[in-house]
């Protein structure tokens, strides 16, 4: 079985893939400080501990990374405990097939690239992927399924931190929609600034991505990825569809163009 694993900045995502098929799934907290044993015995404990897997082995590791010091150590948890499994990180020099159309494509982020493959292959181009991740990214793919270019806003839980910190009266919320937009008390008018807010982001900065991206707007799909992702979709009028394991799919896809 394929392991995918997706180190964000906040959380990491971990999938095991029968074929193309994610047969199980994990979400843990990113943490810099955690070694490449800490990081083999969560994994371990993890597989270890899920009724579908008894006796599986792990026959390939496909990663991405946004986190330096996090990247080190699970290249060294593949060398030590995985030496015997070819292992796909997804940096400079492997290949993706996705031209990427920026003015310094070294600093687009691994996992985006990864986005925008996974996004033609299961839907095509022209597509726009929006992650609700740590921040808020979207991502403009060509018909030819070239990356050529994107917008970072802040994320859902950045904001909350933000609001939460500087505000006297203003305290961390359950992130629910609330009964109007038109609040009747303080924790449901940061719910409606929140969840109508970033629905409403969303959709301005797609509208005008698929202005500058196509002369048709209806030929282009809109994917939401993304832990964050379930909070908007039903107030955003732009998302075509949603994808939970884009980013792990992608890997799997660049794991498959680099090994035999």
Same mark, same amino acid.
């Given at each position: 079985?394929?392991?995918?694993?997706?180190?964000?900045?906040?959380?990491?995502?971990?999938?095991?893939?029968?074929?193309?098929?994610?047969?199980?799934?994990?979400?843990?907290?990113?943490?810099?400080?955690?070694?490449?044993?800490?990081?083999?015995?969560?994994?371990? /404990?993890?597989?270890?501990?899920?009724?579908?897997?008894?006796?599986?082995?792990?026959?390939?590791?496909?990663?991405?990374?946004?986190?330096?010091?996090?990247?080190?150590?699970?290249?060294?948890?593949?060398?030590?405990?995985?030496?015997?499994?070819?292992?796909?990180?997804?940096?400079?020099?492997?290949?993706?097939?996705?031209?990427?159309?920026?003015?310094?494509?070294?600093?687009?982020?691994?996992?985006?690239?990864?986005?925008?493959?996974?996004?033609?292959?299961?839907?095509?181009?022209?597509?726009?992927?929006?992650?609700?991740?740590?921040?808020?990214?979207?991502?403009?793919?060509?018909?030819?399924?070239?990356?050529?270019?994107?917008?970072?806003?802040?994320?859902?839980?950045?904001?909350?931190?933000?609001?939460?910190?500087?505000?006297?009266?203003?305290?961390?919320?359950?992130?629910?929609?609330?009964?109007?937009?038109?609040?009747?008390?303080?924790?449901?008018?940061?719910?409606?600034?929140?969840?109508?807010?970033?629905?409403?982001?969303?959709?301005?900065?797609?509208?005008?991505?698929?202005?500058?991206?196509?002369?048709?707007?209806?030929?282009?799909?809109?994917?939401?990825?993304?832990?964050?992702?379930?909070?908007?979709?039903?107030?955003?009028?732009?998302?075509?569809?949603?994808?939970?394991?884009?980013?792990?799919? /992608?890997?799997?896809?660049?794991?498959?163009?680099?090994?035999?």
């Amino acid at each position: 079985m394929l392991l995918s694993i997706d180190v964000g900045n906040t959380q990491t995502v971990l999938g095991l893939f029968e074929g193309d098929e994610v047969i199980e799934h994990w979400r843990i907290n990113t943490d810099p400080r955690r070694t490449a044993d800490e990081i083999a015995v969560v994994l371990q /404990g993890l597989v270890q501990q899920s009724p579908l897997l008894a006796d599986t082995d792990i026959s390939g590791i496909a990663l991405c990374s946004t986190v330096p010091s996090v990247l080190h150590e699970m290249r060294e948890m593949c060398r030590r405990y995985y030496g015997d499994v070819a292992a796909v990180i997804v940096e400079p020099g492997v290949k993706t097939g996705v031209p990427v159309r920026m003015d310094n494509p070294k600093e687009v982020g691994a996992d985006r690239i990864v986005n925008a493959l996974a996004a033609v292959h299961t839907h095509g181009g022209p597509a726009i992927v929006v992650d609700f991740g740590t921040a808020t990214t979207f991502d403009a793919v060509s018909a030819k399924g070239e990356y050529v270019g994107g917008a970072i806003a802040p994320g859902i839980e950045i904001s909350i931190d933000a609001l939460s910190s500087r505000g006297a009266q203003l305290h961390k919320i359950e992130l629910v929609r609330p009964r109007s937009v038109i609040a009747k008390n303080t924790v449901e008018a940061l719910q409606s600034g929140i969840i109508f807010g970033f629905a409403g982001q969303v959709d301005g900065i797609v509208e005008r991505m698929t202005e500058e991206l196509v002369d048709e707007p209806e030929e282009v799909t809109v994917i939401a990825t993304g832990g964050l992702a379930p909070l908007v979709l039903e107030e955003s009028r732009s998302i075509d569809v949603f994808e939970p394991w884009l980013t792990l799919i /992608g890997l799997r896809l660049i794991y498959e163009r680099n090994t035999p």
